[in-house]
């Protein structure tokens, strides 16, 4: 099986460290990038301002780390749009998303909501797949993508651009981590935002995806498939262990990724495993 190719090579896309702080996506979305960049979190956290024009409204989704900075550069971009923060949305749990949620609903006196009760907090609300949410002169729906985490959601916008978080980011592709992962679900959501017909992606971390989002989604599914025939052929060639399977797969990968690589390895073979294609037992992995 050849590794399927990624559309997003052609795109004219930011190099990696070159998305500019603030940017306004479309008449509804402004995108302000957080300064937490990593080999993890891209260029950094994306936090989105949505809200109608003139209505004196945003929402804040995906606050990301409580930096005054950061901070400071969401509340001029507030200003930019004449708005004042309304709710302030989280699409999962992760700190580099939701740590600044809660002191952030407090400031703007606005409800935080999301999937995690322990995120949404005492005097938040808990958002259920489905809800549309009428918010800032415009309406979001909530759609379940669970799979990097189980809380994870989605957001989509009138204009039929999804705020997909971490379930698909501008570069690379998401991982999905044991235990916290499940690949099965996963895929599940990504057909999910699919069947949605979005006519934009806007990711957690990297560039927005605006040329041809459906590409990239079914990139992402046949990425999914292409590895588990990489997993499968591994152990076809030998490989007993998660980790003599991840030393096969990502030969050509550094070292230092291959602990991340592991637990992505694990997710992959939980669902194999589940399939019945493989044989789990603790570390010890093999074709039943």
């Known amino acids: 099986m050849r590794a399927p190719a990624d559309p997003r090579v052609t ?18 979305v402004t995108r302000v990038l957080a300064p937490n960049p990593s080999g993890m979190t891209l260029d950094g956290t994306n936090t989105y301002l949505v809200g109608a024009p003139g209505s004196g409204q945003a929402v804040v989704v995906d606050p990301g780390p409580d930096d005054p900075a950061h901070l400071a550069a969401v509340e001029e971009a507030l200003a930019a749009r004449d708005a004042r923060c309304v709710a302030v949305l989280v699409t999962h749990h992760h700190g580099d998303h939701a740590e600044a949620a809660q002191p952030w609903g407090a400031r703007f006196a606005a409800p935080v909501a999301a999937a995690d009760a ?4 005492p005097r938040g609300r808990v958002l259920e797949p489905g809800e549309r949410l009428h918010l ?10 669970p799979g990097h985490t189980a809380d994870h959601l989605a ?14 980011l501008g570069r690379g592709t998401s991982v999905v981590t044991h235990p916290e992962g499940d690949v099965v679900a996963y895929l599940e959501s990504l057909r999910r ?20 989002p459906a590409a990239v989604l079914d990139y992402y599914l046949a990425h999914r498939a292409f590895r588990e025939s990489q997993l499968l052929a591994a152990l076809v060639r030998g490989a007993g262990t998660v980790d003599a399977v991840v030393a096969d797969v990502y030969a050509d990968v550094p070292q230092a990724l291959w602990p991340a690589a592991a637990q ?5 073979l939980a669902k194999l495993a589940a399939e019945g294609h493989v044989v789990l037992h603790g570390d010890a992995v093999e074709l039943p």
Not at 197 to 212: F, K, Q, R, W
Not at 264 to 268: C, E, I, K
């Open 118 to 121: 322990a995120v949404a907090g």
């Open 11 to 28: 795109w004219d896309l930011p190099a990696p460290g070159g998305l500019p702080r603030t940017a306004d996506l479309e008449p509804l």
């Open 155 to 168: 957001f989509r916008v009138e204009s039929g651009a999804v705020l997909v978080g971490d379930h698909v």
């Open 264 to 268: 992505s390895t694990r997710a992959t």
């Open 193 to 212: 935002v699919l069947d949605l017909g979005p006519s934009a992606l806007y990711c957690g971390h990297g560039p927005e995806l605006t040329e041809d």
């Open 136 to 145: 800032a002169g415009t309406v979001l729906g909530v759609v379940a993508t």
